[in-house]
């Protein structure tokens, strides 16, 4: 007897109902600059026309980390929200421009896709042309998130010369934002900040005097002296930075401490693992 396939027809198709795709976008700079800030505005607006503009989408919304590395997920606020809402159902496609700008760890990449990809959500990558609900997709995707770590690896190695280099030669550069004294002058160097500069020689004299931290520190809070964070607050990590600091004697010790590993971003106290570099007068003292 020979097989026969019978074809069913649905009983009720106008109860059948294709909803629209809920789309939402996510974009990403990684540094707080100007320039970048733009870049961010002009995602924005693209996205929104671009989702828009797509009879069978709905847009959701647009997530984005401003001023965040993508080398890993930890404090990347939008990112995460986004991943929450598109697991929670919210969401059915994220639309980014590539895969550097979703991230650039490659296993933070793939697991990511992994765990959207069996609540059916999908990722597209634009500028790789990448459907993440495609069968074929994962095999390219972890080559093209490799070389976007690798890339970030080489910058953070580029930037790691850089620096050293400026160190040997004795070049001097602080966060001047959260450093009392000082403040930046024409030529990047340090130019002494006078109204600055009596706070920190008055945390000099009493500690002469034989103050200890802790009355230093309540003196300060007395006179409603900022921090050098600027809070009202003072504590004895404050205190001891200022009097231990060689860069209020015009010296700078250079190279204090370095970056271990470009993912994670953590600085380590250079305990002997690299040279340091000791520039005397390189700027006004102030005590």
Request: aromatic share 12%; net charge positive.
């Amino acid at each position: 007897m020979g097989k026969e396939v019978i074809k069913l027809e649905p009983k009720f198709p106008q109860l059948i109902k294709v909803e629209k795709l809920k789309v939402a976008a996510y974009a990403r700079v990684s540094t707080e600059k100007d320039e970048q800030h733009n870049s961010l505005e002009a995602q924005k607006d693209y996205f929104l026309k671009f989702i828009k503009n797509e009879p069978e989408w709905e847009y959701v919304g647009l997530y984005y980390d401003d001023g965040i590395s993508g080398l890993s997920k930890k404090n990347r606020d939008g990112f995460n929200s986004l991943v929450k809402d598109a697991l929670d159902g919210n969401i059915n496609l994220i639309v980014t421009k590539s895969i550097s700008r979703f991230a650039r760890n490659t296993v933070d990449t793939i697991s990511t896709i992994r765990k959207l990809k069996r609540e059916g959500v999908g990722v597209f990558f634009q500028k790789e042309n990448i459907h993440t609900l495609d069968s074929k997709s994962e095999f390219v995707l972890t080559l093209m998130s490799s070389f976007a770590q690798e890339e970030s690896r080489s910058i953070s190695e580029n930037c790691t010369w850089g620096q050293r280099k400026r160190f040997a030669d004795g070049k001097v550069t602080i966060l001047f934002a959260r450093f009392l004294g000082y403040y930046r002058g024409k030529n990047r160097e340090l130019v002494v900040n006078e109204k600055e500069a009596r706070i920190v020689e008055y945390i000099y004299s009493l500690f002469i005097l034989g103050f200890t931290f802790s009355e230093i520190k309540s003196a300060l809070e007395f006179y409603n002296i900022k921090s050098p964070g600027g809070t009202d607050s003072w504590n004895h990590q404050n205190i001891k930075s200022i009097l231990t600091n060689e860069k209020y004697k015009g010296d700078a010790l250079l190279q204090k401490s370095f970056t271990d590993d470009f993912m994670t971003k953590m600085k380590k106290k250079n305990e002997g693992e690299l040279p340091q570099y000791y520039v005397e007068n390189n700027h006004q003292a102030i005590y």
